[in-house]
């Protein structure tokens, strides 16, 4: 079993939709936990990191269930400029990041 | 200010060849982390460089791979003799230190073994 499990998609939705990806996480010392975002061919860049009592930034939000071990992230009001892969990451001693699942918002 | 910078962008060799990726993180930055990318997979951790402490090599597939890091800046990953399977993206990050802290990534190099 991977350490850090995403479906990788893709999860295809209109513009405008609500969509959320979760990612389950088998490390229980697991401390901090991240959503980076890559572009096709880019190198994968910060979203946003995950707190415990949630977090937003602007159209997204990001929660955490340490009970469950899994995270999730919402993302409200899809544009076509949230094409891209997003990456869970969890963190112990080191980081640890998913597949990726990838988004692909059409018009 | 500049970011993390990685040379070449690309790199095609032959079977057997040796290759060398250079990074250069950012200024300031303690930690330097290296990884792997084959095509629409997710990320494979290979090693890690914290300051002066040993470099964590657990990701490293097998002993053709080496890196070191040199004045704890500039860092290099050595592919000796190389395979088919290594192609792929490799790509370097860098952060301020521990694991809890963005990394920020170069754009990474694209090796094609042939």
């Known amino acids: 079993r991977k350490e850090v499990e995403q479906d990788p998609g893709p999860f295809n939705v209109p513009e405008g939709a609500t969509v959320a990806f979760n990612c389950t996480y088998s490390?229980?010392?697991?401390?901090?936990f991240f959503w980076y975002r890559q572009d096709c061919r880019k190198e994968p860049k910060l979203l946003m990191s995950v707190y415990s009592s949630g977090n937003e930034d602007g159209r997204f939000t990001a929660q955490l269930n340490r009970a469950s071990q899994y995270i999730s992230l919402l993302i409200r009001d899809s544009k076509l400029s949230d094409s891209a892969t997003y990456l869970c990451v969890c963190a112990g001693n080191m980081l640890t990041f998913g597949g990726g699942t990838r988004l692909m918002v059409k018009p | 200010g500049a970011g993390v910078s990685q040379s070449p962008s690309n790199k095609v060799t032959e079977k057997g060849k040796d290759v060398e990726l250079r990074c250069d993180p950012i200024s300031g930055h303690t930690a330097l982390y290296w990884y792997r990318q084959s095509l629409g997979q997710g990320l494979e951790f290979l090693i890690y460089f914290q300051g002066n402490s040993a470099p964590d090599k657990s990701g490293l597939p097998s002993d053709r791979f080496s890196a070191e890091r040199t004045g704890g800046s500039v860092s290099t990953l050595t592919i000796q003799r190389t395979q088919q399977e290594d192609s792929a993206v490799y790509l370097c990050?860098?952060?301020?230190?521990?694991?809890?802290?963005?990394?920020?990534f170069g754009p990474g190099t694209r090796l094609t073994v042939t």
């Open positions: 990050a860098s952060s301020l230190g521990l694991a809890v802290y963005e990394q920020y």
């Open positions: 490390n229980s010392a697991s401390q901090s």
